[in-house]
């Protein structure tokens, strides 16, 4: 960990899926800067006084809290500013038979707690201070599934790195020392097509994902399929395995069959994160065979350090 890293500065950019989570995309509506910008200073200092007092009002509940902004929004909001090394307005990327799509978005905030009241008072109370000068893009609400598993039935994140680790893989250091303690989010919606998922065999679930489903235990390589996830996702650079902080939220309307994940993933540096999804669609990770991806932005998570600065106008 660099000298200049704090993770108690940092937003909650860790492995901590709560049971009940929700996850919002605003777009700034651009037709008043001055307002946009007052309201967003005001936002960045109510919206910690709003963790702090629900932490107290909720003790038990574990709030976790996540405030992320857009390179086009941090463009608008701060034209003057500097700006987040690796902080870029993310486009498609394209394989031989999938691609990631990119999709608009200004504002972000990820809020989890063991208690969906928690998070709907959180979120209402955010509303208060953004609905004026934002729309809402897209809100997705997830939930813990059995034992930690993704929808799909495996268990999700192994290969993240433990809490006592992700420091050094989530949260920017002394490469750029002015925007040190924040994290860069990517954010991207699955749909899943559970029929096709649910009438393969357990075992070729098991070559798609690349673990056994019960144990979690991973595959020998060749009994995996070349495209199984858990090889299509791996990434190294100069022969060392690279990690971000990841997770995967369940999301479903049951009745209707709309079921999916929402897919989080927070870095050091995007472009850690990138790599992961360029790999993915080079080698048609198998789980594009029966998924439609809907959205997909990047987000700068400021320090809080960094949020007082905007709550103070220090940023315009």
């Known amino acids: 960990m660099s000298e200049i890293m704090n993770p108690n500065e940092a937003q909650d950019v860790w492995k901590d899926v709560g049971r009940s989570v929700e996850f919002v995309v605003l777009k700034l509506k651009r037709d008043d800067q001055e307002a946009a910008q007052e309201a ?50 993310y486009t498609e990327l394209k394989g031989p038979k999938y691609s990631m799509p990119a999709t608009e978005g200004d504002i972000f ?45 495996f268990i999700d994140g192994t290969e993240a790195p433990a809490p006592e680790d992700a ?15 924040g994290s860069y989010a990517f954010a991207q919606k699955w749909i899943h097509d559970m029929d096709f998922w649910g009438n393969l065999k357990h075992e070729e679930q098991e070559k798609a994902v690349g673990r056994h489903k019960y144990s979690d ?11 199984a996830h858990n090889v299509a996702s791996k990434i190294e650079i100069d022969g060392v395995e690279q ?13 209707t069959g709309k079921t999916g994940t929402y897919f989080i993933g927070y870095s050091r540096r995007w472009a850690v994160t990138k790599a992961m999804l360029q790999g993915m669609v080079a080698k048609s990770d198998y789980l594009l065979t029966f998924s439609t991806l809907l959205t997909g932005q990047l987000f700068f998570i400021p320090s809080r350090e960094l949020l007082a600065k905007i709550a103070d106008g220090e940023l315009n």
């Open 217 to 227: 235990l991973e595959l020998e390589d060749d009994d995996k399929f070349k495209n």
């Open 167 to 181: 420091a050094d893989y989530a949260i920017i250091g002394d490469e750029d020392p002015e925007f040190a303690n």
């Open 40 to 89: 967003i200073q005001e936002f960045a200092d109510r919206s910690q006084a709003i963790i702090r007092s629900m932490r107290i009002r909720a003790d038990q509940d574990d709030l976790k809290v996540a405030i992320g902004l857009s390179s086009s929004a941090w463009d608008f909001l701060f034209p003057t500013a500097d700006k987040p090394k690796e902080l870029v307005t």
């Open 109 to 153: 905030f990820h809020v989890r707690a063991a208690n969906e009241a928690v998070v709907y008072e959180v979120v209402t109370q955010f509303m208060q201070f953004l609905k004026p000068v934002t729309e809402v893009l897209d809100e997705t609400k997830g939930f813990r599934y059995f034992e930690g598993r993704a929808i799909i039935g």
């Open 243 to 255: 990690k971000i902080v990841r997770m995967n939220v369940p999301f479903s309307d049951a009745a």
